[in-house]
């Protein structure tokens, strides 16, 4: 039996990283306001973010087509990888997965890397502020990308973490303090770029703080979701400029 597309309602998949326990409550809350537009989850194994061979192939495309193909049981309309890998993989890695997924399943795709570099670039964001919880390494992986594609990172602040389920206890206090110390070298936007933090329970508060936007990664994915699916973003109202703002 098809799904009956005459009926009201808009199906969001969002692919989770195993670990993760802050994407699919806040990505609920964000939608809580929109009727008729739900979010649905599929996971696969994720529990650290490093460079060493093991965590690396924690992203390899099969584990994650695999979900994506069991995900889309739910005959959705939009299915996204809701994860900054390739900030440190090369934004190519999310082009690819993006084909990969439309190819199994038929359903358009999205992730939360490549809607922040849209964002970017359709707001004219050159150089931005990183905030992450990652490692020295990775975090020096991500800015080098950024720059190799025309992005200057003008400050950044990182906790040193690589076990996945610890970024999802980073306090508000933590998150604020990074956000004020990258804020005070006036980048244009900053990104709290990792999809197990809290960093949406903030972002409010420290753009009214700063004047600046905060782009989250949890955010971006839903808002290129909305996008593709003909869903107007402002429609989710209290979570930040973006979804005010950019269209």
Same mark, same amino acid.
């Given at each position: 039996m098809q799904r009956?597309r005459s009926?009201?309602?808009t199906l969001?998949?969002?692919?989770t990283?195993?670990?993760n326990t802050?994407?699919?409550?806040?990505?609920?809350m964000?939608?809580?306001?929109?009727?008729?537009v739900?979010a649905h989850?599929g996971r696969f194994r994720?529990?650290?973010?490093?460079?060493n061979?093991?965590a690396?192939?924690?992203?390899d495309d099969?584990?994650?087509?695999?979900?994506a193909?069991?995900?889309?049981?739910?005959?959705?309309d939009?299915?996204?990888?809701?994860g900054t890998s390739?900030?440190?993989?090369?934004?190519?890695?999310?082009e690819?997965?993006?084909r990969r997924?439309?190819?199994?399943?038929?359903?358009?795709?999205?992730?939360?890397?490549?809607?922040?570099?849209e964002?970017?670039r359709?707001?004219?964001?050159?150089?931005?502020?990183?905030?992450t919880?990652y490692?020295?390494d990775v975090?020096s992986?991500i800015?080098a990308?950024?720059?190799?594609?025309?992005?200057e990172?003008v400050?950044?602040r990182?906790l040193?973490?690589s076990?996945n389920f610890?970024?999802?206890e980073?306090t508000?206090?933590q998150?604020?303090?990074?956000?004020r110390?990258?804020?005070q070298s006036?980048?244009q936007a900053?990104t709290?770029?990792c999809t197990?933090l809290?960093a949406?329970?903030v @972002?409010?508060?420290m753009e009214?703080?700063?004047?600046i936007?905060?782009y989250d990664?949890?955010?971006t994915?839903?808002w290129?979701?909305?996008?593709?699916t003909? @869903?107007?973003?402002a429609r989710?109202?209290?979570w930040?400029r973006?979804f005010?703002? @950019?269209?």
């Amino acid at each position: 039996m098809q799904r009956n597309r005459s009926l009201p309602r808009t199906l969001i998949g969002m692919l989770t990283p195993s670990s993760n326990t802050a994407l699919e409550p806040i990505t609920t809350m964000m939608l809580a306001g929109v009727p008729g537009v739900t979010a649905h989850f599929g996971r696969f194994r994720v529990t650290q973010i490093a460079l060493n061979d093991r965590a690396l192939k924690q992203f390899d495309d099969s584990n994650i087509l695999t979900a994506a193909e069991l995900l889309n049981d739910a005959e959705l309309d939009v299915i996204a990888w809701n994860g900054t890998s390739s900030g440190w993989l090369g934004f190519e890695s999310d082009e690819l997965l993006c084909r990969r997924i439309t190819e199994r399943t038929g359903v358009p795709a999205g992730t939360s890397v490549l809607a922040l570099n849209e964002i970017f670039r359709a707001t004219g964001v050159t150089r931005f502020g990183l905030v992450t919880p990652y490692t020295d390494d990775v975090q020096s992986r991500i800015v080098a990308n950024y720059a190799r594609h025309g992005f200057e990172c003008v400050a950044e602040r990182h906790l040193g973490l690589s076990h996945n389920f610890s970024f999802s206890e980073v306090t508000d206090d933590q998150l604020r303090t990074m956000i004020r110390a990258v804020a005070q070298s006036r980048p244009q936007a900053i990104t709290t770029f990792c999809t197990n933090l809290h960093a949406m329970r903030v @972002v409010e508060e420290m753009e009214q703080e700063t004047g600046i936007p905060i782009y989250d990664t949890i955010a971006t994915v839903l808002w290129k979701c909305l996008k593709i699916t003909g @869903v107007d973003p402002a429609r989710v109202k209290g979570w930040g400029r973006l979804f005010r703002e @950019v269209k």
